[in-house]
């Protein structure tokens, strides 16, 4: 049994509605959410809902999946036909097909269709309309499958917002100490000009008036610039 299935990661999105038929959707929801997961290793789960009135399922084996690839003509491993499969859903071309009935609003069939790109193969899922407790079930799920992925992804931004506060707090720290640095730099840098200046006094006679105290401040003054 192939063991993708086992860390197939929840997929959530909007698929674009494309209605045919007599009443092409007059009155019914436009917006539509598709979550599609694995609910145990060996099954592949869809479920699409507008949280009204309308949801649909469909359920794949893994033999059925393997019918779909060869249907499809996806060619490689069972692992390569997965990520295309999965890619394919996470792309932005999933559209949610549905069939009205003639002088109805209801609908008579639907499919979910996803392509990874234009001219590559696609992938469908004929969807079945569930009513009733199994449609309430479905919603009450999806909501709470939803929420989970929510929670996931704010812990996710509040982990990376503390990152990034640690962060800044390191690069002032690091800042303040190049400052520190610099400020030592330029101490000793003075400190060597001020050494020079005075060593320099030997070589000055002062005495004798070759170079006078002003001319002397003013070469001094010159060192420590």
Known sequence: MPAVLEEF???FGEPKVEWTGSCSGLGQ???FVFYVHSPDSSHLRICVSDFRHTT????R????LEDMRDSVGIGGSWSDFIHYLVASIKSEDVKLLLEALPDSNDTKSAKLVAQKSKGMPRISFSLTKLTGAAAS??????SQELFKAFKGLQYLFMEEQER???LT??????KEKN???QSQLELNSKRQKLQKAINSLDKVDLTNGQNPPGKFCIYFCEMLL
């Open 9 to 11: 990661e929840p997929i």
């Open 29 to 31: 929801s436009s917006a």
């Open 56 to 59: 649909w399922e469909s359920v």
């Open 61 to 64: 084996s893994v033999w059925q």
């Open 137 to 142: 079930d479905a919603v009450a799920n999806l």
């Open 164 to 166: 990034r506060l640690q």
């Open 169 to 174: 707090k390191v690069i002032s720290v690091e």
């Open 179 to 181: 400052e520190i640095v």
